[in-house]
């Protein structure tokens, strides 16, 4: 979009994108609350098993892309996770500066106790499968477009 051809757009709170993106993560975010607490797991401790319970053994930098954070947002929650019993921070053989997640066996049988989790969010819903893939998709594509823009 030109700078000539941008629409005139509302101002007001409740018709920003942004707001409605961010007060509807904290609703998510909310909904997981007690279903993550039973499995004594933050959302974004939740959010890195996803990631580990996919394929284990990744190096930080590549679960922090995999998260779209950054190393440093990451290591203190991986941390906490180790403290628990469910992954390992292990350092590279051949270059020392990696350091590599694995899951221990507790971070795998966490994984069957974690199944009911997205059902349970796709009932609080109360949406039609095909809305929430379409959402998903769209947000993703939307986040792609975004990131595009600010890499320029």
């Given at each position: 979009?030109?700078?000539?051809?941008?629409?005139?757009?509302?101002?007001?709170?409740?018709?920003?994108?942004?707001?409605?993106?961010?007060?509807?993560?904290?609703?998510?975010?909310?909904?997981?609350?007690p279903l993550l607490e039973k499995l004594g797991l933050t959302y974004p401790q939740y959010l890195a098993m996803l990631v580990l319970w996919e394929g284990d053994d990744l190096t930080v930098k590549d679960l922090a892309t995999r998260l779209n954070l950054d190393s440093a947002?990451?290591?203190?929650?991986?941390?906490?996770?180790?403290?628990?019993?469910?992954v390992e921070r292990v350092r590279g053989v051949e270059d020392e500066r990696l350091v590599y997640i694995r899951l221990t066996k507790a971070g795998t049988t966490l994984k069957r106790a974690a199944r009911e989790v997205p059902a349970e969010i796709f009932c609080a819903t109360q949406q039609a499968p095909e809305f929430l893939l379409r959402l998903r998709d769209d947000l993703t594509q939307l986040r792609a477009t975004l990131n595009d823009y600010m890499d320029r």
């Open positions: 979009m030109t700078t000539t051809s941008r629409p005139s757009l509302p101002f007001t709170l409740d018709e920003q994108l942004c707001f409605a993106l961010y007060s509807t993560s904290l609703a998510m975010t909310k909904a997981y609350k947002t990451v290591t203190p929650l991986l941390k906490r996770l180790e403290t628990q019993g469910y």
